[in-house]
């Protein structure tokens, strides 16, 4: 049930016992599902539910480019195409790509190119499609980290995973991971990105207001939200493994 009618947001962003109106508290993630090798005709591909965020990533590559025009004689290119379905949201969305998708395709891929090796690709490319099933507030974030998941299943070397998450302040308090309603009524919006090979940060963005302790005490919410959503990725990975090898050895008899 959308909480979000016609732009009308409630007054409130706690409830009574101090808990967010989904229950959650100030820094608790929205539980978060993840799984690899989702779609068989691609390259990698991987799955995420995280709220009521369902997103897909595939990836294929390295390929050769089309529009030639695009392709780079020393290095490969990354390519990513953020799309929501038009019942993704509650509003129903034109199916052609907006502007906000072009941009958040754009971040999504200054967010990936750091961890990846392309100057080994030359005249090649790696795309990576995301679509947006269900959106509840930073699908930018989600999208993201359901890339990188999709590029490691792909094999694609990395230096690193890259995980994504959204900090922010809502009713004058600092809160992680905000949903749809607390991105749209809230006080300050921070989607922030990492890589962890150098853990440094791919994307740093800033809609709001809030003092500089908050936003020293925002990247520290990140921080740990980050390595938690870190450790979901790599298990997401590494079952994939565990259930081959449980298939192969249960076969061997
Ligand atoms: O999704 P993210 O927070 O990264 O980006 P946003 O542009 O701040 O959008 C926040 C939320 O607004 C999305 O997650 C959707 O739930 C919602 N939205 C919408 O209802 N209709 C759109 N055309 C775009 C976004």
Redesign the pocket.
């Known amino acids: 049930m959308p909480l979000i009618i016609n732009d009308i947001y409630p007054e409130k962003l706690f409830r009574e016992d101090g808990k967010r109106l989904d229950g959650r508290e100030k820094n608790e993630l929205r539980p978060i599902k993840m799984e690899v090798g989702v779609i068989s005709n691609a390259d990698g591909s991987a799955y995420l539910e995280w709220g009521n ?1 369902k997103i897909y990533a595939a990836v294929y590559g390295p390929r050769e480019v089309h529009p030639h025009h695009l392709a780079k004689p020393d290095r490969g290119i990354l390519r990513v195409f953020y799309r ?1 379905a038009t019942f993704s ?3 129903r ?1 034109r199916p052609a790509p ?1 502007r ?1 998708e072009k941009e ?1 395709s754009m971040i999504i891929t200054d967010c990936l190119e750091p961890v990846l090796f392309l100057e080994l690709y030359p005249g090649t490319a790696f795309e990576v499609f995301i679509e947006v099933m269900d ?7 989600a999208s993201t980290t359901v890339a990188a998941l999709a590029l490691a299943d792909a094999g694609v070397p990395m230096r690193s995973l890259v995980s994504s998450v ?1 900090v922010g302040k809502i009713d004058g308090q600092l809160v992680t991971d ?1 949903s ?1 309603i607390e ?2 009524a809230g006080d300050a ?1 921070l ?1 922030c990105a990492i890589t962890w090979f150098n853990e440094e940060l791919s994307l740093l963005q800033f809609d709001g207001d809030m003092s500089i302790e908050e936003l020293n005490e925002s990247l520290l919410n990140a921080r740990n939200a980050l390595d938690q959503i870190h450790q979901l990725q790599l298990t997401a990975l590494k079952s994939k493994y565990t259930s081959i090898l449980e298939e192969v050895e249960g076969g061997e008899d």
Not at 135 to 141: E, F, K, L
Request: net charge neutral; glycine share 18%.
């Open positions: 965020n929501m949201v509650f509003e969305k907006g906000r958040i959106a509840d507030g930073g699908t930018r974030c959204a905000l749809g991105d749209k919006d989607p």
